[in-house]
């Protein structure tokens, strides 16, 4: 496992892990309104492999700041994985992971800490980034027939009581636990790589007997899909369609309400494409689905991530 560059930390009380893939310029926004906001905890970067700077320009204007190099895309759940593991040779009595292209309000992770407590799970409400009034998560639930996550309506979401909501799903983007509970429940499942990775640990904890809440007197910013752009995009697609079929097993679904995510979900959005972008995504999505039937799971394959970057260039 790479270490972090500063083998001092040893005793920190809360890292907090920043995941960086070719996002040199959000995770240093995400990075200063830590530092400046949120001083008491210890900030790890980490980068996924895209060698893009990021790290050298975090350790010449953090000097504070961790920095970790995983030599490759490890994906969100791997890349995180790997934080939380340093985070927890160092020592570290809370762990948050946290996207990187968002930019946090002082004073946020320790709201979170105390959210969370000793036993449970915390994240803030988080809103876009360009759209400061509007919510992206506020709480989620699973559909029950279909067994579909989903972010929930501010219209839907139940009242704060004593500024906590509980939730049956929580968003990556910003999830704050003990060292405790992160032992607990465990690590993200890496056969995910992208999407779906967070409510498959949701449940995993909701079944082990932790509560999942939400600091609603919080916020943070989130640029929201900031990862899915251009070859990204279209892998993006893949890993949604192959993943939502395994979280749905995962989480008790039948063959037919697989057949039901396939067609609300995925496939329901390609008649309105263009004729060759409709092709393209069948092609994607049935890529997916055999690769969930043949259980290829983690990164995509190398002759996918190829194609993507030629359709897009």
Request: charged share 20%; aromatic share 8%; with cysteine.
């Amino acid at each position: 496992m790479p270490s972090p560059t500063d083998p001092t930390a040893d005793g920190v009380r809360h890292v907090v892990v920043v995941l960086s893939w070719n996002g040199r310029d959000d995770t240093l926004a995400c990075v200063e309104s830590l530092v400046t906001g949120s001083g008491e905890t210890t900030v790890l970067v980490i980068d996924n492999g895209s060698y893009d700077g990021v790290l050298e320009a975090v350790e010449q204007r953090f000097p504070g700041v961790l920095t970790q190099q995983n030599g490759e895309n490890l994906g969100f759940a791997g890349g995180m994985n790997s934080g939380i593991r340093t985070a927890l040779d160092l020592g570290a009595e809370w762990i948050t992971v946290l996207n990187n292209d968002t930019v946090v309000a002082p004073g946020v992770m320790a709201v979170m800490r105390s959210t969370a407590g000793a036993d449970g799970v915390a994240s803030p409400e988080i809103y876009f980034r360009d759209e400061p009034d509007r919510l992206w998560f506020g709480g989620a639930a699973m559909d029950a027939g279909d067994a579909y996550p989903h972010h929930l309506a501010a219209s839907e979401l139940q009242p704060c009581a004593g500024g906590i909501r509980i939730t049956q799903l929580m968003a990556g983007c910003c999830v704050t636990a003990s060292r405790a509970v992160w032992l607990k429940v465990g690590m993200f499942d890496e056969r995910y790589f992208l999407n779906f990775e967070d409510s498959e640990w949701s449940i995993r904890a909701a079944r082990l007997g932790v509560e999942l809440r939400v600091a609603c007197d919080v916020r943070i910013a989130h640029s929201v899909s900031a990862s899915f752009s251009g070859a990204a995009g279209t892998l993006g697609t893949y890993y949604y369609a192959r993943n939502g079929l395994l979280f749905n097993r995962t989480a008790g679904g039948t063959f037919r309400s697989r057949l039901r995510f396939l067609r609300r979900h995925v496939l329901a959005g390609i008649r309105s494409q263009r004729a060759r972008d409709r092709v393209r995504t069948g092609i994607v999505v049935l890529w997916g689905v055999g690769a969930y039937a043949l259980r290829r799971f983690g990164s995509a394959p190398r002759p996918l991530q190829a194609l993507a970057r030629r359709w897009n260039r």
